[in-house]
Antibody, heavy 124, light 110 residues
């Protein structure tokens, strides 16, 4: 069974840093493209970042580019999101999820399996 | 301000048919397929429709999607109380080189 377990969320002051982890089980992370999607309290979904199945390509939303970094450790079967220079508006539940790929193409809006999410609160 | 525009709310009575719209522009819905997600209260989103009008295995045929021009819509027929929740549309945006979501629509079953 495919499972994703996010961790690392918490309260951080604006300007601070946090690293989120997403432990994958039931599948091999290196065979999948992965993505992070966030949801501010009471609001809609916002795509944050994605990494290709090969790990060679990364993509970021304009609102986080230059501040967030997506990466993975295939030996630990874990996906990461390093978040620096956090702002109030980064406060959200952060979900990691798998992306559908086929025939050498990854369809990043096609988000398959989701974790349960971890809450990040950037506030003084 | 979301790139894709959805109505903030929709409602219907059990058994009715409701439609939720998702409006975009040329670089996103005008060029790429649309995906719909269902988010029931207190849970993570779940893929409901892919490639604009395809249902994943296990999704009832009461749910259907369509796309025309720069707009898309999700239709739910035979509305049930358990359909109450939030519905989100998403697609790829060629100009932004990223995934864009709508603001989400809260569906209430009266």
């Amino acid at each position: 069974e495919v499972q994703l377990l996010e961790s690392g969320g918490g309260l951080v002051q604006p300007g601070g840093s946090l690293r989120l982890s997403c432990a994958a089980s039931g599948f091999t992370l290196s065979n999948y493209a992965m993505t992070w999607v966030r949801q501010p309290p009471g609001k809609g979904l916002e795509w944050v970042s994605a990494i290709s199945d090969s790990g060679a390509y990364t993509y970021y939303a304009g609102s986080v580019k230059g501040r967030f970094t997506i990466s993975r450790d295939t030996s630990k079967n874990t996906l990461y999101l390093q978040m620096n220079s956090l702002r109030d508006e980064d406060t959200a539940v952060y979900y990691c999820a798998t992306v559908y790929c086929t025939g050498g193409w990854c369809y990043y809006p096609n988000i398959q399996q989701w974790g349960q999410g971890t809450l990040v609160t950037a506030s003084s | 301000q979301s790139v894709l525009t959805q109505p903030p709310s929709a409602s219907g009575t059990p058994g009715q048919r409701v439609t939720i719209s998702c409006s975009g522009s040329s670089p996103n819905i005008g060029t790429n397929d649309v995906y719909w997600y269902q988010q029931l209260p207190g849970t993570a989103p779940k893929l409901l429709i892919y490639r604009s009008n395809q249902r994943p295995s296990g999704v009832p045929d009461r749910f259907s999607g369509s796309r025309s021009g720069t707009s898309a819509s999700l239709a739910i027929s035979g509305l049930r109380p358990e359909d109450e929740g939030d519905y989100h549309c998403a697609t790829w945006d060629d100009s932004l080189s990223g995934v864009v979501f709508g603001g989400g629509t809260k569906l209430t079953v009266l």
